[in-house]
């Protein structure tokens, strides 16, 4: 095919696209089923990770629920199992690679592959290696059954850079990095019943940020996180953010000139005294 037909294709593709948008705003969206699927939650002791083990909970899927402290992913397969949920409940250091495998390996011997994968880290600064190490122990199956969906929990800090968190920055553009080259490697090989997402919020209140407050916008519940993310996860949603209006953000930064980021940052006026697990100077 030569260039001048490639380059029409391109923008009949991306006019079609842009109709396709518009349509899909008074259309509902079909959400899928989620019942009696197998689902894996690292995590799940605490915040959008016992969240989430609720909601899926609340669908009737079978959850593997993983956290590294064992009082809170008991707690949270307790009130699962209330909810009317199979559980099973492992106490798993995401960032011990043969921690991992074992308890992979004990899901594996009932003769079940989980079929939706949400990835919630327990870690506060993994720079994306547990992502990588969790994923790769559960997505040959995945594979080979063309089946299963993927959810990296990221930040908007994947996006933007904030002052005084130069690591978890880093941290989260890595877990960003790791969803987008998954999602196109997926994609290249074929593996089109593979869906990924990726959930990049701004502060929760969770405590692990101490008095965040922006002039802006607000701080984040637990709760308002994991409905836009089970939405997300539903409607096969490639890029979740919360709140929606960062992705215009994102947009704004990229068309923006320094100077004029530099004074919107101020006017932003992000604040906090320190993330818990790190000093607030670097």
């Known amino acids: 095919m030569n260039l001048f037909v490639e380059i029409l294709l391109f923008l009949v593709t991306l ?3 842009y109709l396709e948008a518009f349509v899909k705003l008074f259309v509902p969206v079909k959400r899928k089923s989620v ?12 915040g959008v990770g016992r969240g989430t083990a609720f909601e899926f909970a609340k669908r009737q899927s079978r959850l593997v629920l993983w956290d590294i402290s064992k009082h809170s992913v008991e707690e949270t397969a307790a009130e699962c199992k209330r909810l009317g949920a199979t559980v099973q409940a492992f106490v798993v250091d995401c960032s011990k690679r043969e921690e991992i495998y074992s308890a992979a390996e004990k899901v594996g011997e009932q003769g079940e592959h989980c079929s939706f994968f949400p990835f919630l880290p327990p870690a506060i600064f993994s720079l ?11 997505l040959p199956t995945m594979m080979k059954n063309n089946h299963g ?14 002052s005084y968190m130069v690591t978890y920055c880093s941290s989260k ?25 990726c959930l990049c919020p701004v502060f929760i209140n969770t ?37 929606s209006h ?29 993330v818990i697990g790190q000093r607030s100077t670097q």
Do not use: C, W
């Open 246 to 274: 960062q992705s215009v953000a994102l947009l704004t930064e990229r068309l923006l000139p320094e100077r004029a980021l530099a004074v919107l940052k101020k006017l932003t006026n992000v604040k906090f005294d320190a």
């Open 173 to 197: 553009f890595a877990a960003v990095g790791f969803h987008k080259a998954l999602t196109e490697e997926l994609s290249t090989l074929g593996k089109d019943g593979i869906k990924t997402t």
């Open 207 to 243: 405590g692990f940020v101490k008095n965040p407050s922006t002039r802006l916008g607000k701080i984040l519940e637990v709760e308002e996180v994991v409905d836009a993310l089970m939405e997300g996860i539903l409607t096969n949603k490639k890029m979740v953010f919360v709140p």
């Open 149 to 162: 969906h993927i959810v990296t929990v990221a930040s908007a800090a994947g996006h933007f850079v904030i």
């Open 35 to 46: 019942s009696g699927e197998l689902v894996l939650i690292t995590g799940a002791g605490h």
């Open 15 to 17: 006019i079609y696209s």
């Open 128 to 138: 994306g290696f547990i992502d990588v190490k969790t994923t790769k122990a559960f």
